[in-house]
């Protein structure tokens, strides 16, 4: 009896190119340009929907959200759509959006960020809570959980591969 081999899909080498741009920009430290705009709306969609609870939790919706719309959607692909390709993308999404939150969390005590109005999330979240120096310990746990994401996209893409019998 012969061992099949993975094929490799076309539709795995797209999303591992994305995945490759994405880990780029978190390397650089900058914000995918399309993404970026994605990730603010959802992030003041956030703001919106957690509206009515006080304003500590409104602050940090929004950075919340625009990670958790992503990874809820890799979850979506992933567990309902069996979709290992749509999942990877959709956690690379949520690995650029989470670099984009450590980069406005670090920011807080600085506030040099251009904003699109209204006050600095995070610097409310941590003066309210009279933590600011915490604003560099949080955008370290924010930005391991984003290459941590993109690893697990990478590893989500390429374990069928590996785990394929070669002969």
């Known amino acids: ?63 919340i959200f625009q990670v958790i719309v992503p990874l809820g959607l890799a979850g979506y692909f992933l567990l309902i759509q069996n979709d290992r390709a749509g999942s990877a993308l959709c956690l690379g999404w949520a690995a650029t959006s989470a670099a984009d939150a450590a980069r406005y969390v670090a920011d807080a005590p600085y506030e040099r960020l251009e904003l699109i109005g209204g006050e600095h999330d995070w610097a409310f979240v941590f003066d309210s809570l009279g933590h600011m120096e915490w604003a560099d310990e949080v955008a370290l746990v924010v930005r391991i959980a984003s290459w ?20």
Do not use: C, N
């Open 1 to 63: 009896m012969q061992a099949s081999k993975a094929k490799v899909r076309p539709k795995d080498v797209a999303v591992g190119l994305a995945l490759a741009i994405f880990a780029l920009t978190l390397i650089r430290d900058v914000r995918v340009p399309l993404l970026g705009w994605v990730d603010l709306g959802f992030h003041e969609l956030g703001h919106l929907l957690t509206y009515v609870f006080p304003d500590l939790i409104t602050a940090a919706a929004g950075s």
């Open 148 to 167: 941590l994401m993109i690893l697990g996209a990478a590893s989500l893409l390429a374990l069928p591969y590996l785990a394929s019998p070669r002969r």
